[in-house]
């Protein structure tokens, strides 16, 4: 989901004037991915190598590398998928 902040930005100019407004982004946003434990992770076939997919982690319940099956559309398989770092 997006989010614009154009309507803050605009009320901010309309107060401070457009000299005292540097950005249309507030400084205080929001990430998400700094207040969670979760970690992106991409999954890499263990046949030909290439990365297709892409997923989070916790990074506290699962130390260790994970293991999926699933389907690689270039060897036409289900096949192991590993994570890489």
């Given at each position: 989901m997006l989010f614009t902040f154009a309507p803050v930005a605009q009320q901010a100019e309309h107060v401070?004037?457009?000299d005292g407004v540097t950005g249309s982004t507030p400084v205080g946003g929001l990430n998400?991915?700094?207040k969670t434990m979760r970690?992106?992770?991409i999954f890499e076939c263990t046949v030909c190598n290439n990365r297709l997919y892409?997923?989070?982690k916790n990074k506290k319940l699962k130390q260790g590398r994970i293991e999926l099956k699933k389907f690689c559309r270039f060897c036409r398989k289900h096949i192991i998928h590993k994570e890489v770092k």
């Open positions: 401070l004037g457009k998400l991915d700094e970690e992106h992770i892409t997923s989070t």
